[in-house]
Nanobody, 116 residues
Framework: QVQLVESGGGLVQAGGSLRLSCAAS????????MGWSRQAPGKQRGFVAS???????NYADSAKGRFTISRDNAKNTMYLQMNNLKPEDTAVYFC??????????WGQGTQVTVSS
């Protein structure tokens, strides 16, 4: 099992930037890919971005051109750099890790609020 702890959320004005971090511990050797999902009030959790152990990235259409996912394997940490934030980006952002098990591991979430 992998334990995940997010940080870096907060309140920012529209057009601003934030960088989220996700620190992984536990069975990190088993991780195939990591990523971010988000959940806005009253909405289902949705995919934002992911990165494989080989560095291949994937983004939701809403994130392309504004968000950048990266990972520092030496620090067992993944990042999400979010630029040009919009009010519709307001959500709780969750880090996830996919290993060989049937379900991904999730972090506890970090709140991102973008004011207009």
């Amino acid at each position: 099992q992998v334990q995940l702890v997010e940080s870096g959320g907060g309140l920012v004005q529209a057009g601003g930037s934030l960088r989220l971090s996700c620190a992984a511990s536990g069975s990190i050797f088993s991780i195939n890919s990591m990523g971010w999902s988000r959940q806005a009030p009253g909405k289902q959790r949705g995919f934002v971005a992911s990165i494989t152990s080989g560095g291949t990235t994937n983004y939701a259409d809403s994130a392309k051109g504004r968000f950048t996912i990266s990972r520092d394997n030496a620090k067992n940490t993944m990042y999400l750099q979010m630029n040009n934030l919009k009010p519709e980006d307001t959500a709780v952002y969750f880090c996830f890790a996919r290993s060989s098990g049937p379900r991904p591991d999730w972090g506890q979430g970090t709140q991102v609020t973008v004011s207009s």
